[in-house]
Protein backbone atom coordinates (compact mmCIF):
# COMPACT_ATOMS: atom_id res chain seq x y z
CA UNK A 1 0.00 0.00 0.00
CA UNK A 2 1.48 3.40 -0.93
CA UNK A 3 2.39 5.17 2.04
CA UNK A 4 2.29 8.81 0.04
CA UNK A 5 -2.09 8.02 0.13
CA UNK A 6 -2.02 8.45 3.90
CA UNK A 7 -0.46 11.70 3.73
CA UNK A 8 -2.62 13.40 1.61
CA UNK A 9 -5.24 15.61 3.05
CA UNK A 10 -6.03 14.25 6.55
CA UNK A 11 -9.91 13.86 7.11
CA UNK A 12 -11.80 15.28 10.50
CA UNK A 13 -14.43 12.12 11.57
CA UNK A 14 -15.37 13.58 14.42
CA UNK A 15 -18.75 14.86 12.92
CA UNK A 16 -19.80 10.93 12.91
CA UNK A 17 -22.40 10.06 15.00
CA UNK A 18 -22.74 7.13 17.48
CA UNK A 19 -25.38 4.29 16.27
CA UNK A 20 -27.24 2.75 18.86
CA UNK A 21 -28.14 -0.58 16.31
CA UNK A 22 -24.78 -2.61 16.93
CA UNK A 23 -23.55 -6.20 14.87
CA UNK A 24 -22.63 -7.51 17.66
CA UNK A 25 -24.10 -8.95 20.99
CA UNK A 26 -22.37 -8.10 24.00
CA UNK A 27 -21.42 -10.33 27.24
CA UNK A 28 -20.39 -9.02 30.07
CA UNK A 29 -17.38 -11.47 32.04
CA UNK A 30 -16.12 -9.78 34.89
CA UNK A 31 -15.59 -6.39 36.71
CA UNK A 32 -12.81 -4.64 37.94
CA UNK A 33 -11.60 -1.55 39.68
CA UNK A 34 -10.74 1.16 36.83
CA UNK A 35 -9.32 -1.69 34.54
CA UNK A 36 -6.65 -0.08 31.97
CA UNK A 37 -5.61 -2.88 29.76
CA UNK A 38 -6.02 -6.06 28.07
CA UNK A 39 -3.64 -8.50 26.57
CA UNK A 40 -4.26 -12.13 25.60
CA UNK A 41 -1.83 -14.83 26.10
CA UNK A 42 -1.20 -17.80 23.74
CA UNK A 43 -4.22 -19.97 25.52
CA UNK A 44 -6.81 -17.57 25.95
CA UNK A 45 -6.23 -16.39 28.91
CA UNK A 46 -6.43 -12.66 29.65
CA UNK A 47 -3.56 -10.70 31.64
CA UNK A 48 -6.25 -6.82 32.80
CA UNK A 49 -4.04 -4.37 34.58
CA UNK A 50 -6.20 -2.13 37.37
CA UNK A 51 -4.38 1.42 37.29
CA UNK A 52 -4.71 1.55 40.94
CA UNK A 53 -1.87 -1.47 40.57
CA UNK A 54 -3.30 -5.05 40.30
CA UNK A 55 -2.96 -7.17 37.58
CA UNK A 56 -5.07 -9.84 37.33
CA UNK A 57 -4.97 -13.40 35.06
CA UNK A 58 -8.52 -13.53 33.53
CA UNK A 59 -10.09 -16.75 31.99
CA UNK A 60 -12.59 -16.39 29.45
CA UNK A 61 -15.84 -17.57 31.92
CA UNK A 62 -14.40 -14.30 34.13
CA UNK A 63 -12.54 -16.48 36.44
CA UNK A 64 -9.71 -14.03 38.26
CA UNK A 65 -6.15 -14.81 39.97
CA UNK A 66 -4.20 -12.14 41.05
CA UNK A 67 -0.75 -11.26 40.30
CA UNK A 68 1.61 -11.11 42.77
CA UNK A 69 4.48 -8.98 43.48
CA UNK A 70 4.00 -5.41 41.89
CA UNK A 71 5.83 -3.03 41.88
CA UNK A 72 4.87 0.70 44.05
CA UNK A 73 2.44 2.76 41.53
CA UNK A 74 1.88 6.06 41.99
CA UNK A 75 -2.12 6.04 40.93
CA UNK A 76 -3.77 9.02 40.86
CA UNK A 77 -5.64 11.32 38.10
CA UNK A 78 -4.07 9.89 34.54
CA UNK A 79 -1.44 8.12 36.42
CA UNK A 80 -1.10 4.30 37.90
CA UNK A 81 -0.67 0.90 35.94
CA UNK A 82 -1.25 1.34 32.46
CA UNK A 83 -0.40 -1.13 29.93
CA UNK A 84 1.15 -5.07 29.15
CA UNK A 85 2.08 -7.16 26.92
CA UNK A 86 2.96 -10.47 26.97
CA UNK A 87 6.38 -10.89 25.19
CA UNK A 88 6.82 -12.33 21.75
CA UNK A 89 8.36 -15.65 22.87
CA UNK A 90 6.06 -16.31 25.49
CA UNK A 91 5.21 -19.42 24.53
CA UNK A 92 9.28 -20.42 26.33
CA UNK A 93 9.98 -17.53 28.49
CA UNK A 94 6.74 -16.87 30.17
CA UNK A 95 7.85 -13.20 30.08
CA UNK A 96 5.52 -10.42 30.08
CA UNK A 97 6.08 -6.24 30.05
CA UNK A 98 3.87 -3.79 31.21
CA UNK A 99 4.19 0.13 31.85
CA UNK A 100 3.66 2.11 35.21
CA UNK A 101 4.08 5.67 36.84
CA UNK A 102 6.20 5.22 39.69
CA UNK A 103 6.62 7.59 42.46
CA UNK A 104 9.98 9.74 42.05
CA UNK A 105 11.57 12.39 44.24
CA UNK A 106 10.31 15.61 43.31
CA UNK A 107 7.30 13.53 40.75
CA UNK A 108 6.40 10.68 39.33
CA UNK A 109 8.47 8.59 36.40
CA UNK A 110 6.82 6.36 33.52
CA UNK A 111 8.57 2.94 33.67
CA UNK A 112 9.02 -0.04 31.81
CA UNK A 113 9.83 -3.17 33.59
CA UNK A 114 9.75 -6.84 32.42
CA UNK A 115 9.31 -9.96 34.22
CA UNK A 116 8.38 -13.49 34.72
CA UNK A 117 4.66 -14.73 35.05
CA UNK A 118 4.73 -17.69 37.28
CA UNK A 119 1.91 -19.66 37.68
CA UNK A 120 1.06 -22.58 40.34
CA UNK A 121 -1.90 -23.74 41.44
CA UNK A 122 -4.45 -21.08 42.00
CA UNK A 123 -1.57 -18.56 42.03
CA UNK A 124 0.61 -16.40 39.86
CA UNK A 125 3.50 -13.86 40.94
CA UNK A 126 5.98 -11.92 38.82
CA UNK A 127 9.72 -13.49 39.58
CA UNK A 128 12.51 -11.81 38.21
CA UNK A 129 11.21 -8.30 37.64
CA UNK A 130 13.23 -5.60 36.03
CA UNK A 131 13.09 -2.31 35.41
CA UNK A 132 14.30 -1.69 31.27
CA UNK A 133 13.37 1.33 31.03
CA UNK A 134 12.90 4.69 32.62
CA UNK A 135 11.68 8.16 31.88
CA UNK A 136 14.26 10.64 32.05
CA UNK A 137 14.29 13.66 33.64
CA UNK A 138 11.49 12.33 35.78
CA UNK A 139 8.64 14.50 36.65
CA UNK A 140 5.31 15.76 35.41
CA UNK A 141 1.44 15.29 35.14
CA UNK A 142 -0.49 13.15 33.89
CA UNK A 143 -0.35 12.16 29.71
CA UNK A 144 2.00 9.44 30.34
CA UNK A 145 1.21 7.46 27.44
CA UNK A 146 2.63 4.46 28.29
CA UNK A 147 1.64 2.02 25.38
CA UNK A 148 3.93 -1.07 24.20
CA UNK A 149 3.94 -2.65 21.12
CA UNK A 150 6.08 -5.16 19.30
CA UNK A 151 7.47 -5.41 15.63
CA UNK A 152 6.17 -8.26 13.49
CA UNK A 153 9.39 -9.69 13.97
CA UNK A 154 9.23 -9.73 17.81
CA UNK A 155 12.45 -8.27 17.63
CA UNK A 156 12.19 -4.77 18.81
CA UNK A 157 9.83 -3.25 21.12
CA UNK A 158 8.30 0.35 20.53
CA UNK A 159 6.95 2.37 23.58
CA UNK A 160 4.98 5.91 23.61
CA UNK A 161 5.93 8.35 25.71
CA UNK A 162 3.40 11.30 26.16
CA UNK A 163 4.23 14.25 27.13
CA UNK A 164 3.45 14.73 31.28
CA UNK A 165 1.97 17.53 30.36
CA UNK A 166 4.77 19.38 29.76
CA UNK A 167 4.05 20.56 25.96
CA UNK A 168 7.31 22.09 25.18
CA UNK A 169 9.00 18.58 26.26
CA UNK A 170 7.78 16.99 22.86
CA UNK A 171 10.17 18.79 21.27
CA UNK A 172 12.84 18.39 23.12
CA UNK A 173 15.52 15.90 21.84
CA UNK A 174 17.14 15.29 25.08
CA UNK A 175 13.66 14.56 27.13
CA UNK A 176 11.54 11.33 27.45
CA UNK A 177 8.72 12.83 26.98
CA UNK A 178 6.11 13.22 23.58
CA UNK A 179 8.12 10.92 21.70
CA UNK A 180 7.64 6.86 20.60
CA UNK A 181 10.73 4.69 21.50
CA UNK A 182 12.50 2.12 19.84
CA UNK A 183 14.08 -0.50 22.05
CA UNK A 184 15.71 -4.08 21.79
CA UNK A 185 13.87 -6.33 24.22
CA UNK A 186 16.58 -6.23 27.14
CA UNK A 187 15.86 -2.06 26.92
CA UNK A 188 19.13 -1.32 25.16
CA UNK A 189 18.97 1.09 22.39
CA UNK A 190 18.93 -0.69 18.56
CA UNK A 191 22.13 0.37 16.75
CA UNK A 192 20.31 1.18 13.18
CA UNK A 193 17.54 3.55 15.02
CA UNK A 194 17.53 6.64 13.21
CA UNK A 195 19.68 8.55 15.33
CA UNK A 196 21.37 5.63 17.66
CA UNK A 197 24.88 7.55 17.14
CA UNK A 198 23.67 10.85 18.91
CA UNK A 199 23.68 8.46 22.32
CA UNK A 200 20.91 8.96 25.26
CA UNK A 201 17.20 9.42 24.42
CA UNK A 202 18.20 10.54 21.14
CA UNK A 203 19.55 7.59 20.58
CA UNK A 204 16.27 5.71 21.32
CA UNK A 205 13.75 8.06 19.95
CA UNK A 206 11.78 6.56 16.73
CA UNK A 207 9.44 9.69 16.00
CA UNK A 208 9.01 12.69 18.54
CA UNK A 209 6.39 15.47 18.40
CA UNK A 210 3.24 13.36 20.52
CA UNK A 211 1.11 14.65 23.35
CA UNK A 212 -1.60 11.65 25.13
CA UNK A 213 -0.75 8.53 22.67
CA UNK A 214 -3.01 6.15 23.95
CA UNK A 215 -2.76 3.47 21.18
CA UNK A 216 0.05 1.83 19.03
CA UNK A 217 -0.52 -1.34 17.21
CA UNK A 218 1.55 -3.39 14.00
CA UNK A 219 -1.39 -2.91 11.31
CA UNK A 220 -1.78 -6.60 8.92
CA UNK A 221 0.36 -5.11 6.53
CA UNK A 222 3.45 -4.33 8.71
CA UNK A 223 2.53 -0.94 8.86
CA UNK A 224 3.12 0.97 12.61
CA UNK A 225 -0.16 2.97 13.85
CA UNK A 226 -0.44 5.21 16.88
CA UNK A 227 -3.46 7.54 17.78
CA UNK A 228 -2.68 10.16 20.41
CA UNK A 229 -5.28 12.42 22.21
CA UNK A 230 -5.32 16.20 21.32
CA UNK A 231 -6.21 18.92 23.62
CA UNK A 232 -9.63 21.17 22.46
CA UNK A 233 -9.97 19.07 19.26
CA UNK A 234 -7.68 17.45 17.33
CA UNK A 235 -7.49 13.89 18.14
CA UNK A 236 -5.31 12.02 15.78
CA UNK A 237 -4.46 8.63 13.67
CA UNK A 238 -0.90 8.62 12.82
CA UNK A 239 0.93 6.21 10.35
CA UNK A 240 3.97 6.26 12.36
CA UNK A 241 7.12 6.07 10.24
CA UNK A 242 11.09 6.25 11.77
CA UNK A 243 12.43 10.05 12.41
CA UNK A 244 9.36 11.47 11.32
CA UNK A 245 8.40 14.70 13.84
CA UNK A 246 4.52 14.75 14.24
CA UNK A 247 4.07 18.47 15.20
CA UNK A 248 2.73 18.99 18.85
CA UNK A 249 2.82 21.73 20.14
CA UNK A 250 3.47 23.94 17.14
CA UNK A 251 0.75 22.75 15.22
CA UNK A 252 -2.14 20.70 16.18
CA UNK A 253 -5.83 20.31 14.70
CA UNK A 254 -7.35 21.43 18.02
CA UNK A 255 -6.85 24.52 20.10
CA UNK A 256 -5.92 25.06 23.80
CA UNK A 257 -8.23 24.87 26.07
CA UNK A 258 -8.22 28.42 26.72
CA UNK A 259 -9.43 28.84 23.59
CA UNK A 260 -6.31 30.02 22.03
CA UNK A 261 -5.48 28.94 18.46
CA UNK A 262 -3.04 26.55 17.80
CA UNK A 263 -1.78 26.87 14.09
CA UNK A 264 -3.08 23.64 12.12
CA UNK A 265 -0.94 21.07 10.36
CA UNK A 266 -1.53 21.82 7.24
CA UNK A 267 0.71 25.28 8.11
CA UNK A 268 3.54 23.66 8.64
CA UNK A 269 4.52 20.74 5.93
CA UNK A 270 7.95 19.82 7.89
CA UNK A 271 5.45 17.90 11.00
CA UNK A 272 3.87 15.06 9.73
CA UNK A 273 -0.33 15.41 9.69
CA UNK A 274 -2.80 12.77 10.79
CA UNK A 275 -4.34 10.68 8.20
CA UNK A 276 -7.48 11.01 10.18
CA UNK A 277 -8.51 13.33 12.95
CA UNK A 278 -11.24 14.23 15.44
CA UNK A 279 -12.92 17.44 16.07
CA UNK A 280 -15.12 17.30 18.47
CA UNK A 281 -12.84 14.94 20.03
CA UNK A 282 -13.66 10.87 20.84
CA UNK A 283 -10.49 10.47 23.93
CA UNK A 284 -8.79 7.11 21.25
CA UNK A 285 -7.73 4.56 24.16
CA UNK A 286 -6.56 1.35 22.95
CA UNK A 287 -6.20 0.08 19.51
CA UNK A 288 -6.15 -3.36 18.00
CA UNK A 289 -5.87 -3.57 14.15
CA UNK A 290 -8.37 -7.44 13.72
CA UNK A 291 -7.56 -10.27 12.80
CA UNK A 292 -9.46 -13.24 13.15
CA UNK A 293 -13.26 -15.79 11.57
CA UNK A 294 -15.67 -14.21 13.37
CA UNK A 295 -16.38 -10.66 12.11
CA UNK A 296 -14.82 -11.76 8.64
CA UNK A 297 -16.34 -7.91 7.30
CA UNK A 298 -13.79 -6.06 9.49
CA UNK A 299 -10.34 -7.89 8.69
CA UNK A 300 -7.48 -5.49 8.86
CA UNK A 301 -9.65 -2.51 10.51
CA UNK A 302 -8.67 -0.74 13.44
CA UNK A 303 -10.50 -0.73 16.35
CA UNK A 304 -10.60 2.65 19.01
CA UNK A 305 -11.85 2.92 22.24
CA UNK A 306 -13.86 5.93 22.77
CA UNK A 307 -13.18 7.73 26.21
CA UNK A 308 -15.60 11.08 25.65
CA UNK A 309 -17.87 9.28 23.22
CA UNK A 310 -18.56 6.32 25.29
CA UNK A 311 -18.35 4.50 21.84
CA UNK A 312 -16.47 1.61 20.01
CA UNK A 313 -14.71 3.24 16.90
CA UNK A 314 -14.07 1.16 13.70
CA UNK A 315 -11.31 2.55 11.38
CA UNK A 316 -11.35 0.51 7.87
CA UNK A 317 -9.01 1.23 5.01
CA UNK A 318 -8.99 1.54 1.77
CA UNK A 319 -7.60 -0.06 -1.44
CA UNK A 320 -5.08 2.60 -1.21
CA UNK A 321 -4.53 2.32 2.37
CA UNK A 322 -5.97 5.82 3.30
CA UNK A 323 -8.43 5.09 6.60
CA UNK A 324 -11.43 6.64 7.59
CA UNK A 325 -13.78 6.32 10.17
CA UNK A 326 -16.23 3.51 8.87
CA UNK A 327 -18.29 2.65 12.02
CA UNK A 328 -18.91 4.01 15.75
CA UNK A 329 -21.28 1.76 18.17
CA UNK A 330 -22.53 3.42 21.22
CA UNK A 331 -21.65 1.25 24.12
CA UNK A 332 -22.74 3.70 26.98
CA UNK A 333 -19.83 3.51 28.68
CA UNK A 334 -15.87 5.23 28.44
CA UNK A 335 -14.40 2.69 26.50
CA UNK A 336 -10.49 2.08 27.79
CA UNK A 337 -8.82 -0.70 26.12
CA UNK A 338 -9.84 -3.07 23.10
CA UNK A 339 -8.52 -6.54 22.07
CA UNK A 340 -9.23 -9.64 19.59
CA UNK A 341 -9.40 -13.04 21.00
CA UNK A 342 -7.68 -15.95 19.08
CA UNK A 343 -10.94 -17.23 18.23
CA UNK A 344 -11.85 -13.73 16.58
CA UNK A 345 -14.11 -12.52 19.43
CA UNK A 346 -13.73 -8.57 20.44
CA UNK A 347 -12.84 -8.04 23.98
CA UNK A 348 -13.49 -4.46 25.89
CA UNK A 349 -12.71 -2.62 29.29
CA UNK A 350 -14.84 -0.10 30.81
CA UNK A 351 -13.23 3.25 32.37
CA UNK A 352 -15.12 2.91 35.60
CA UNK A 353 -15.35 1.46 38.96
CA UNK A 354 -16.60 -1.18 38.44
CA UNK A 355 -15.30 -1.31 34.85
CA UNK A 356 -16.80 -4.66 32.84
CA UNK A 357 -14.82 -6.64 30.90
CA UNK A 358 -17.08 -7.25 27.84
CA UNK A 359 -16.83 -10.19 25.14
CA UNK A 360 -18.45 -9.08 21.48
CA UNK A 361 -19.42 -11.48 19.38
CA UNK A 362 -22.07 -11.80 16.48
CA UNK A 363 -25.31 -10.85 16.76
CA UNK A 364 -27.79 -14.09 15.21
CA UNK A 365 -29.65 -13.24 12.74
CA UNK A 366 -32.40 -13.71 14.89
CA UNK A 367 -32.01 -11.04 17.09
Not at 85 to 92: H, K, L, N, R, Y
Not at 135 to 146: E, I, S
Request: glycine share 12%; net charge negative; hydrophobic share 35%.
Amino acid sequence: MCNSAVRAQSINAGDHMASATRPFAVQPVAEFDTPWAIAFLPDGRMLVTEKPGRIFLVSQEGQKIEIGNMPEVAASGQNGLLDIAPSPDFATSSRIYFTYVAPDDGGSRLVLSSATLSVSGDGATLTDRTVIWRQTPGGGGGQPGGIIAFDPKGTHLFLTVGDRMRPASAQDPDQARGKVLRLNLDGSTPPDNPLAGKGGIQAQTWTTGHRNPYGLAFAPDGRLWLHEMGPRGGDELNLIEPGRNYGWPVVSNGDEYSGAKIPDHDTRPEFASPAVYWTPVIAPAGLAFYEGPMFPQWQGSALIGGLAVHALVRVAFGSDGRPDEADRWGMGARIRDVAVAPDGAVWIIEDDEPGHLLRLTPERPDG
